[in-house]
């Protein structure tokens, strides 16, 4: 599982000219999930998302967790975390899981962190989304699985 986190201002997702989510202070967060991904996988990369630390504290140190700031999350499902570029000039995506499951583990993402008290906007799984957001910093992490949890 890739989750690339972009800490924002604002952001919304817009699918066929509707607006189906947005987020004001806080993360806008792109999931990427792999064939090999788990519940038990997702739950160690909402845990590291949510405490990790990259809000500024009052001697504007990045000390402080999304809770601690009453920040909330955009979610938005994105496969393209696991473009292959090595060959050629177009991307493979045969390391992304099979859409059945990505959609099973976007949706178990969302439950979590609303389950944990957090406002969750969401794109639409598969949709032809625009994202639009203003990055605060910017700053921007991606947490992959495969350094997180192995």
Known sequence: MKLLIQRVREASVTVDGEVTGSVGHGFLVFVGVAEEDTIEIADKMIDKMVKLRIFE????????????????????????????????????FVKAGNP???????????????DRGFEVGAGVFGADMKVSLLNDGPFTVMLDSEEICH
Not at 64 to 72: F, L, Q, T, Y
């Open 57 to 92: 504290d009052e001697n504007g140190k990045t000390n402080k967790a999304i809770a601690d700031v009453g920040g909330n999350f955009l979610v938005v499902s994105q496969f393209t975390l696991y473009a292959d570029c090595r060959k050629g000039n177009r991307p493979s």
């Open 100 to 114: 059945k499951l990505a959609e099973e583990l976007y949706e178990y993402v969302l439950k979590s962190l609303r």
